[in-house]
Nanobody
Framework: QVPLVETGGGSVEAGGSLRLSCEAS????????MGWFRQVPGKEREGIAG???????RYSDSVKGRFTISKDNAKNILYLQMNSLKPEDTGMYYC????????????????WGQGTQVTVSS
């Protein structure tokens, strides 16, 4: 498994922005398939953004056009820039990684970060 540490969550008003970071320890991020998931109480964990083997980002419909996923391979850090935040974006955000390539999104992952809370107030 890949040790992952997320940072950057917090509270923001609707329309605001946050950037989440996820650092992978002991692995070169360019060799990993990585993505972001969101857990809302009472709902299934949702894969909201991922970067697949082809390098092209994938997004869920719920965040497309507002969130941007990117990866700094030199620093082994995955980012999620979240703009135009809505109250329904409130939840626990998790970084996920796997050492095998991802061909589809969402994929299954075996490494998860501890999660970071995002709260958006109206």
């Amino acid at each position: 498994q890949v040790p992952l540490v997320e940072t950057g969550g917090g509270s923001v008003e609707a329309g605001g922005s946050l950037r989440l970071s996820c650092e992978a320890s002991g692995y070169t991020s360019s060799s990993l398939c990585m993505g972001w998931f969101r857990q809302v109480p009472g709902k299934e964990r949702e894969g909201i953004a991922g970067i697949l083997r082809d390098g092209i980002p994938r997004y869920s419909d719920s965040v497309k056009g507002r969130f941007t996923i990117s990866k700094d391979n030199a620093k082994n850090i995955l980012y999620l820039q979240m703009n135009s935040l809505k109250p329904e974006d409130t939840g626990m955000y998790y970084c996920a990684a796997r050492t095998t390539e991802c061909l589809v999104w969402p994929s299954s992952f075996n490494s998860w970060g501890q999660g970071t809370q995002v709260t958006v107030s109206s």
